[in-house]
């Protein structure tokens, strides 16, 4: 079963190793060419209804391309093959959603934030994040950050350790 | 390449001046203590540990 569904900006996304196809619900008009031509792939009464291993990515390609919105889109996975992609192929991105061109990387990297709360202990924050401290701003990327709670920290505003030794709980 | 340069902030995280711990935008708030999970979109977190309220500030660092 489809393992890769995301969410992006304005739908869904699916991939297999060689191709992304968006799905954008809001332009579809319900023309059927994609569950007609290859059900095994769009199947509307699924969920997720897009399975990307239900065919060869040519033959998706080639559905996607059928439909007469940009309801379905695609592009390959690879940027420089994207360059070289000719108009006949109608519903690859750089024709039909511009926007989504050199965007793969930062939908795949739209990993939330995580803020964790530890047990009477400090706030930590993992992830890509800008951290505004004063009068500086950092892009913190694929970082890590600890900051206090207690108060107490020599090191502020991140933790060092002395809540443990004040006896800080909450 | 730096595939790093690539990455969006999905979060900005901002310590207030003598005030809380903010953080907005696409992140996850996991409270181990009380075991909560959220995702608020913002939050203000105390860090004078006096909040009558944690992990949320509720101003206690101004009495």
Known sequence: MEKDEKHFSGGKRYRNKDITVYWKPSTCIHASYCYRELIEVFDPSRRPWVDMEGSTTEKIIEVVNLCPTDALTWKYNDEALNEDVRADQYNHVKFRRPELIGSINDTVEETPVSVKVMIDGPV????????????????????????????VSDHQPFCDGRHRKIGFTG | MDENKNKKPQAVVEIIEFGPLKISGNFTLKDIKRDKEESPGEIWLCRCGKSNNKPYCDESHKK
């Open chain 1, 124 to 151: 930590v924050i993992k992830g890509d994040f800008d951290f505004i401290n004063g009068t500086t701003r950092k892009e913190v990327r694929d970082g890590m950050i600890s900051i206090c709670r207690c108060g």
